[in-house]
């Protein structure tokens, strides 16, 4: 068995979610005079590749700890939408089940391909990863409760549409690009489809049901689309914790490994070693180009 990791770079460089805690580090010791490196770092949870924990959002929730091992690990399915959702648009369902094969309890990853916009990739843009990515609407929450899905991973800032969020308060010239692109294809306005009512779903509506989600993956995420394999999350046992930070990885066998590093061989990389497709901004770039027309 051979691991892919689909976890992202993480530096004093990497973005955390807006407004909380970027990473910060700082030595307190060097190897002269002490012998040894030593840091201290200051960060939030929300910060590169992260789990959201159910008391993030459920007072009553449990912690990161409390979280089992076997509910972390399991059978996923890995689906591709970055050829049919661009900027600001709204995914359901049908779009991932049309695309592979996802059975109750299973993890679900999701394949935006904003992760090509990370700020570790020579196509990056912070302000497109984090504020101008797809996400869903209520259909797509209860179909992901019916299922009884463990937890969803997702390659951008957020498993809430960013319109969906305080982001539309706070990037106002991103939220009229929105509000274009809703009522061209809803005949609605943000407020109208987004309404209070429906108000960071993926947080506050699924965390009581136990369907938690992990943010901003990515690594070699690109080697896996739309198919199903077995995928672990491991953050830290950490008591009273709220999210962490964390590593995904996929599990393969010896064979099918070796032949996914020949696929990467082949493929651009990033300066950190991850290979990246550059068809999927091709097709994001399309999409968006016709939305916002």
Not at 191 to 200: A, I, M, N, S, T
């Amino acid at each position: 068995m051979k691991l892919i990791d689909l976890t992202l770079p993480l530096g004093v460089a990497t973005p955390a979610w807006p407004t909380y805690e970027p990473l910060q580090i700082k030595y307190f010791k060097r190897l002269a005079p002490n012998g040894a490196n030593g840091q201290l770092l200051t960060h939030s949870n929300h910060l590169g590749t992260h789990l959201d924990g159910e008391c993030h959002f459920w007072t009553p929730g449990k912690d990161i700890a409390s979280l089992d091992m076997d509910y972390l690990v399991h059978d996923a399915a890995i689906v591709d939408l970055s050829d049919c959702a661009g900027d600001y648009d709204v995914y359901t369902s049908k779009q991932v089940m049309d695309r592979v094969e996802v059975k109750k309890g299973d993890i679900l990853i999701i394949h935006t391909g904003y992760h090509h916009f990370g700020w570790d990739m020579p196509t990056g843009d912070e302000v497109r990863y984090m504020v101008q990515h797809p996400g869903p609407d209520r259909e797509f929450a209860e179909w992901a409760k019916k299922l009884e899905l463990r937890w969803i991973g997702v390659d951008c800032g957020s498993a809430d549409h960013p319109m969906n969020t305080i982001i539309r308060q706070w990037m106002p010239r991103q939220a009229k690009q929105a509000e274009k692109v809703f009522k061209k294809k809803f005949g609605k306005s943000l407020e109208e489809f987004y309404g209070d009512d429906k108000y960071q779903l993926m947080h506050l509506e699924m965390f009581p049901y136990h369907v938690l989600h992990a943010e901003c993956l990515g690594g070699d995420i690109d080697l896996l689309l739309n198919r199903r394999v077995q995928v672990g999350f491991f953050p830290w046992r950490f008591v009273d914790g709220e999210s962490s930070i964390g590593r995904c990885v996929a599990f393969v066998e010896d064979d099918e490994y070796e032949d996914l590093m020949k696929k990467k061989a082949a493929m651009p990389k990033t300066k950190f070693g991850d290979c990246y497709e550059l068809g999927h901004v091709e097709s994001l770039n399309k999409l968006t180009k016709a939305n916002l027309a």
